[in-house]
């Protein structure tokens, strides 16, 4: 079946650590996306990414790095500088051609230790 | 920036109808995207729309206003599993991009009551 894959579901987090979460898609799509999702606020845009190899920046990138080696991953590391990390975490994925239907992977929550 | 606008919270019992609205103040606004989202999972897609008009889907329609810059969701007969969040999203291009980036509201929370 074809879909959007993130892990881990759950992810703790010691100071001054980086984290990675995984984000792989099977579904031939070219842009790939990271939101972050806290308590009563809508998803917020960290990095995108159009096609492989390029990836900019959403409007809350600071303390974030992504890359896109792959059409089918788009990892996400949340390094020590994010000095407030604890949300849930959303990766979706689109064709990328204008009419962009989101599909979203079931998240990872990420608490920080 | 984006301002997209929807209540925070909605009550209603099974077998009702309920209305959700969203209005958005979006440059090179180019559609309107309603998801649904249960507690700790993924959003899914429930409707868009980019011409004015309604959008009928099952029990739930859509409708969209360009010229007023509003939206609503309907969803009719309502049930117990309809308990979820709803997302309104204002999609728009970036000069220069052919890639639609879409800017959510908090999302309603819609609880159904027995």
């Known amino acids: ?113 | 920036g984006q301002n997209i606008d929807q209540p925070t919270e909605m009550t209603a019992t099974e077998g009702a109808i309920v209305q959700i609205n969203c209005t958005y103040q979006t440059s090179g606004f180019n559609g309107l995207f309603w998801y649904q989202q249960h507690a700790g999972e993924a959003p899914t897609f429930l409707s868009y729309n980019v011409l004015d008009g309604l959008e009928e889907k099952g029990r739930f329609s859509s409708f969209l206003s360009r010229s007023k810059g509003y939206s609503y969701l309907l969803l009719k007969e309502l049930q117990m599993k309809d308990s979820a969040s709803y997302l309104c999203a204002a999609q728009r291009n970036d000069r220069g991009s052919t890639l639609g980036r879409l800017y959510f509201g908090r999302g309603t929370q819609l609880t159904v009551w027995p």
Request: proline share 4%; charged share 20%.
């Open chain 1, 1 to 113: 079946d074809g879909g959007i894959t993130q892990s881990p579901k759950y992810l703790f987090r010691k100071e001054g650590q980086n984290v990675t979460l995984s984000c792989e898609q099977n579904l031939n799509h070219d842009a790939m996306y990271w939101y972050r999702q806290d308590p009563g606020q809508g998803l917020r845009l960290i990095y995108y990414s159009q096609i492989v190899n390029d990836f900019q920046k959403g409007d809350i990138a600071e303390g974030y790095s992504v890359s896109r080696e792959k059409k089918e991953s788009f990892p996400l590391t949340v390094t020590s500088a994010q000095k407030n990390p604890t949300a849930f975490y959303l990766c979706a994925s689109s064709f990328g051609q204008g009419n962009e239907k989101l599909f979203f992977g079931s998240g990872t929550q990420l608490s920080v230790l």
